[in-house]
């Protein structure tokens, strides 16, 4: 107790806190090289152009197929449009976000973060950007170390200028999502946009300049959570990027390696070239067994397998494989994957389930809705003849992009009731006709009064109807008369 | 204990402890990344900064205001007027337009409505209930009694001049105090209480002469309440037979008030709110649903 005196910080801060080591990653090509530059491209190329796809809505609607218009407080997707009030599909798809990542790291680990995730596929961007300008791993190191001459000026220059326009250019995409693209395009050239579009790409500009740039493998080890639920999700059982140790060890040089063979000891196939330590993006051994530093994007597998070729032995000494069947081949057994196991089937299932009843919610969602609030103060009023009124404030919403008429009827009530709406005087058969402009809401006062001689109960249950006159789409919702 | 000259590794985790030790548990010396450390010192720069810029330090009196004058209490004040300011244009139209007309305006009637519900509230409210259903003596503007008419123009001339306020154009109309004043002798007030109580569904004093009621009642009372009791608005001659009392729907409320009536009085809003929050109370109290 209270030796923390003895090691105080004031006197050796580098104890407490260390430099970032500057991590060099080497470029490498394979068969995960061409996945994850595939993906980079797929992924990438959404991003940058889905704003400019057009999709017609008529005349009154935006016409970009991806847009979040937060002052007309809409969402559009190609045909699905989302009122605020349905913000619940935005839950249901994080639910199936979710899902998705548990998913995939039951079948194969850290897939979302060796090949999808934003920070893996701007930092690849930006290490191609370094390479293309500054060279291989060996060059940059040697430039770090270089003093400051005009040639080093010009290629940090040219890098730092290449990351800032990529920068740029993510920030002005990210705006464009909540804007008509061409339009606010057309005012970002001309200094036109409004300057909250500004500040936003401003923003967007220097976290992707700093993420990519500069905080890279550090974002993923010190601010990111998921590895950590990562690593409690994960078993025995899921692929993840492993080094056969049971293969590769003993490890050593090739030539040391067949003098151990020519005695007759034990030599592993690794030949200890550390090419899978200098390609990865992350700075980490992979020797050293899964870890969390590390984000399985399999480049370390591309790297060894050029290796192994070159020096005639099999590939694979790195690859995707289970704790499990290192210990079955360590005793001798075949390997074994199932891609069927409890929790994927559970997962999957779980996330057809979602999906099904998100779908169902927006094949049968309706374009028009009531919402009913009575009267709180007072609850009812009784008239000079003895009649009861009730007061309701009602809302309509019309989800389509023409004027509707919503027929309304109180069904519950005696006969000969009375439904009056403050303000609107069309009235068939008893029953009040709203008019609602397109692609907004309505709130009238309604009216209910209990017909003259009618004994009502304390409380009576009633349904508000709405009828479209021309479509005859039906909506309902439930509420009460109240009486002394 | 720590020595920095011989670091003590774990055996376990390979990583060397940093000395501290709480009855057995030892700390491993994980370091953190001086950027971290970094952005926490970034932190503290940007707080002085925030103390220069914005207002910060409580002083003794007052507080140190900052070089950008920011001030919420300002910002509020702006709100406020900008509030005002985005109102005069609905204001102006209501003014402008007839009580008939933002009635049957979608958007004057929902702007009219939450105006008068926010004057209703100052101002009616304390007499009138939250509701607008009145109390005993002050009427509810809910049900369709009306004393004075309930249009929209006679409620707009209530508003404007009150009832019995003193205003020149206020309604004046005094129910006479006729046992106070001895017009009527006791037993023809019970005689002509219990008519009206009877009339209105009430059940009469037991034994009483009804048709000497009925007799006193059209001499004193049909010149304004009616031959049918239904009373007249022009007067403020209130309906006897309704299921709504001003003063309470009993044989003794009725005789009391025959006795020594009392005349309520509201007061004249001409002066104390505008033409368009007066128009908007006349609309919002008028859509209640007892408006005729």
């Given at each position: 107790?209270?030796?923390?005196?003895?090691?105080?910080?004031?006197?050796?801060?580098?104890?407490?806190?260390?430099?970032?080591?500057?991590?060099?990653?080497?470029?490498?090509?394979?068969?995960?090289?061409?996945?994850?530059?595939?993906?980079?491209?797929?992924?990438?190329?959404?991003?940058?152009?889905?704003?400019?796809?057009?999709?017609?809505?008529?005349?009154?609607?935006?016409?970009?197929?991806?847009?979040?218009?937060?002052?007309?407080?809409?969402?559009?997707?190609?045909?699905?449009?989302?009122?605020?009030?349905?913000?619940?599909?935005?839950?249901?798809?994080?639910?199936?976000?979710?899902?998705?990542l548990?998913?995939?790291?039951?079948?194969?680990?850290?897939?979302?973060?060796?090949?999808?995730?934003?920070?893996?596929?701007?930092?690849?961007?930006?290490?191609?950007?370094?390479?293309?300008?500054?060279?291989?791993?060996?060059?940059?190191?040697?430039?770090?170390?270089?003093?400051?001459?005009?040639?080093?000026?010009?290629?940090?220059?040219?890098?730092?200028?290449?990351?800032?326009?990529?920068?740029?250019?993510?920030?002005?995409?990210?705006?464009?999502?909540?804007?008509?693209?061409?339009?606010?395009?057309?005012?970002?050239?001309?200094?036109?946009?409004?300057?909250?579009?500004?500040?936003?790409?401003?923003?967007?500009?220097?976290?992707?300049?700093?993420?990519?740039?500069?905080?890279?493998?550090?974002l993923c080890i010190y601010m990111c959570p998921w590895p950590r639920i990562q690593a409690a999700?994960?078993?025995?059982?899921?692929?993840?990027?492993?080094?056969?140790?049971?293969?590769?060890?003993?490890?050593?040089?090739?030539?040391?390696?067949?003098?151990?063979?020519?005695?007759?000891?034990?030599?592993?196939?690794?030949?200890?070239?550390?090419?899978?330590?200098?390609?990865?993006?992350?700075?980490?051994?992979?020797?050293?067994?899964?870890?969390l530093?590390?984000?399985?994007?399999?480049?370390?597998?591309?790297?060894?397998?050029?290796?192994?070729?070159?020096?005639?032995?099999?590939?694979?000494?790195?690859?995707?494989?289970?704790?499990?069947?290192?210990?079955?081949?360590?005793?001798?057994?075949?390997?074994?994957?199932?891609?069927?196991?409890?929790?994927?089937?559970?997962?999957?299932?779980?996330?057809?389930?979602?999906?099904?009843?998100?779908?169902?919610?927006?094949?049968?969602?309706?374009?028009?809705?009531?919402?009913?609030?009575?009267?709180?103060?007072?609850?009812?009023?009784?008239?000079?003849?003895?009649?009861?009124?009730?007061?309701?404030?009602?809302?309509?919403?019309?989800?389509?992009?023409?004027?509707?008429?919503?027929?309304?009827?109180?069904?519950?009530?005696?006969?000969?009731?009375?439904?009056?709406?403050?303000?609107?005087?069309?009235?068939?058969?008893?029953?009040?006709?709203?008019?609602?402009?397109?692609?907004?809401?309505?709130?009238?006062?309604?009216?209910?009064?209990?017909?003259?001689?009618?004994?009502?109960?304390?409380?009576?249950?009633?349904?508000?109807?709405?009828?479209?006159?021309?479509?005859?789409?039906?909506?309902?919702?439930?509420?009460?008369?109240?009486?002394? | 204990?720590?020595?920095?000259?011989?670091?003590?590794?774990?055996?376990?985790?390979?990583?060397?402890?940093?000395?501290?030790?709480?009855?057995?548990?030892?700390?491993?010396?994980?370091?953190?990344?001086?950027?971290?450390?970094?952005?926490?010192?970034?932190?503290?720069?940007?707080?002085?900064?925030?103390?220069?810029?914005?207002?910060?330090?409580?002083?003794?009196?007052?507080?140190?205001?900052?070089?950008?004058?920011?001030?919420?209490?300002?910002?509020?004040?702006?709100?406020?007027?900008?509030?005002?300011?985005?109102?005069?244009?609905?204001?102006?139209?209501?003014?402008?337009?007839?009580?008939?007309?933002?009635?049957?305006?979608?958007?004057?009637?929902?702007?009219?409505?939450?105006?008068?519900?926010?004057?209703?509230?100052?101002?009616?409210?304390?007499?009138?209930?939250?509701?607008?259903?009145?109390?005993?003596?002050?009427?509810?503007?809910?049900?369709?009694?009306?004393?004075?008419?309930?249009?929209?123009?006679?409620?707009?001339?209530?508003?404007?001049?009150?009832?019995?306020?003193?205003?020149?154009?206020?309604?004046?109309?005094?129910?006479?105090?006729?046992?106070?004043?001895?017009?009527?002798?006791?037993?023809?007030?019970?005689?002509?209480?219990?008519?009206?109580?009877?009339?209105?569904?009430?059940?009469?004093?037991?034994?009483?002469?009804?048709?000497?009621?009925?007799?006193?009642?059209?001499?004193?009372?049909?010149?304004?309440?009616?031959?049918?009791?239904?009373?007249?608005?022009?007067?403020?001659?209130?309906?006897?037979?309704?299921?709504?009392?001003?003063?309470?729907?009993?044989?003794?409320?009725?005789?009391?008030?025959?006795?020594?009536?009392?005349?309520?009085?509201?007061?004249?809003?001409?002066?104390?709110?505008?033409?368009?929050?007066?128009?908007?109370?006349?609309?919002?109290?008028?859509?209640?649903?007892?408006?005729?």
């Open positions: 107790m209270g030796s923390q005196t003895e090691a105080g910080s004031g006197e050796h801060p580098e104890e407490w806190f260390q430099s970032a080591k500057k991590i060099y990653p080497m470029a490498t090509h394979g068969l995960f090289r061409r996945i994850k530059w595939g993906l980079l491209f797929f992924t990438l190329g959404i991003y940058y152009f889905l704003p400019f796809i057009r999709y017609d809505r008529g005349p009154d609607a935006p016409g970009q197929a991806v847009l979040v218009d937060l002052e007309g407080r809409r969402a559009y997707f190609f045909f699905i449009e989302i009122w605020p009030q349905e913000v619940y599909y935005l839950t249901g798809l994080l639910i199936i976000a979710a899902l998705a548990f998913l995939m790291n039951a079948i194969a680990g850290r897939l979302w973060c060796g090949y999808l995730c934003p920070q893996t596929v701007w930092t690849d961007l930006y290490l191609w950007v370094e390479r293309k300008v500054e060279g291989d791993r060996r060059e940059r190191i040697a430039l770090d170390k270089q003093p400051w001459t005009a040639g080093k000026v010009a290629k940090r220059a040219t890098k730092h200028f290449l990351w800032i326009m990529i920068a740029w250019w993510t920030g002005g995409a990210w705006v464009l999502y909540f804007n008509d693209a061409p339009t606010l395009v057309y005012q970002l050239a001309t200094f036109q946009a409004p300057m909250i579009a500004y500040i936003w790409i401003g923003i967007l500009t220097a976290t992707t300049y700093l993420l990519a740039g500069f905080m890279r493998e550090q999700l994960t078993d025995e059982k899921a692929l993840n990027v492993t080094y056969r140790w049971d293969r590769g060890e003993p490890r050593g040089s090739l030539k040391q390696n067949k003098a151990l063979e020519a005695k007759g000891m034990p030599a592993g196939d690794c030949v200890d070239c550390y090419q899978c330590f200098q390609v990865c993006p992350t700075g980490v051994d992979i020797r050293n067994g899964l870890q530093d590390c984000i399985q994007c399999g480049l370390c597998i591309d790297a060894c397998d050029n290796i192994m070729t070159k020096v005639g032995k099999p590939t694979g000494l790195i690859g995707y494989d289970t704790d499990e069947n290192i210990q079955r081949r360590v005793e001798g057994k075949e390997p074994i994957y199932s891609i069927v196991r409890p929790r994927t089937v559970i997962y999957a299932a779980v996330i057809a389930i979602v999906g099904a009843i998100m779908l169902y919610a927006l094949l049968t969602r309706s374009f028009a809705n009531i919402s009913v609030v009575h009267d709180r103060n007072p609850i009812f009023v009784t008239q000079s003849d003895g009649t009861v009124r009730n007061g309701y404030a009602v809302r309509l919403s019309n989800k389509r992009h023409h004027l509707r008429n919503f027929i309304l009827h109180v069904e519950g009530m005696p006969p000969n009731a009375k439904v009056e709406v403050v303000g609107v005087e069309m009235v068939i058969a008893g029953r009040p006709i709203i008019p609602v402009g397109p692609d907004t809401t309505r709130e009238v006062r309604v009216l209910v009064t209990s017909p003259v001689g009618a004994k009502m109960d304390p409380s009576t249950p009633v349904i508000f109807r709405i009828t479209d006159s021309v479509m005859g789409e039906v909506v309902t919702t439930k509420d009460f008369f109240k009486a002394p | 204990m720590a020595d920095i000259h011989n670091k003590e590794v774990d055996k376990l985790s390979g990583v060397e402890t940093t000395g501290h030790e709480w009855d057995g548990l030892k700390e491993l010396n994980n370091p953190l990344p001086k950027w971290w450390l970094y952005s926490f010192y970034i932190c503290i720069v940007w707080a002085i900064g925030y103390w220069v810029l914005y207002p910060s330090w409580p002083m003794i009196s007052g507080y140190t205001s900052g070089v950008l004058g920011n001030s919420q209490r300002a910002d509020a004040i702006a709100a406020y007027e900008a509030g005002i300011e985005a109102r005069s244009e609905f204001a102006d139209k209501i003014v402008a337009a007839s009580l008939e007309e933002i009635k049957a305006d979608q958007s004057l009637l929902e702007f009219a409505s939450a105006n008068g519900a926010a004057a209703f509230g100052d101002n009616c409210a304390p007499c009138h209930g939250t509701g607008a259903t009145g109390f005993e003596g002050y009427p509810n503007l809910q049900d369709d009694t009306w004393i004075w008419g309930g249009s929209l123009d006679k409620i707009q001339t209530s508003i404007l001049y009150g009832i019995r306020s003193g205003h020149d154009e206020a309604h004046v109309g005094d129910m006479p105090a006729f046992g106070r004043d001895e017009l009527l002798s006791r037993e023809e007030i019970d005689q002509v209480a219990s008519f009206v109580a009877q009339k209105a569904g009430l059940e009469p004093k037991e034994g009483i002469d009804l048709a000497a009621g009925e007799t006193l009642y059209a001499d004193n009372c049909a010149a304004c309440h009616g031959d049918d009791l239904k009373g007249i608005q022009d007067v403020g001659a209130p309906s006897l037979v309704s299921a709504n009392y001003l003063y309470g729907k009993t044989l003794d409320a009725i005789t009391a008030q025959i006795r020594n009536p009392r005349n309520g009085v509201m007061p004249a809003w001409e002066a104390r709110l505008d033409p368009a929050t007066i128009k908007s109370l006349t609309v919002y109290v008028h859509s209640f649903g007892g408006g005729q």
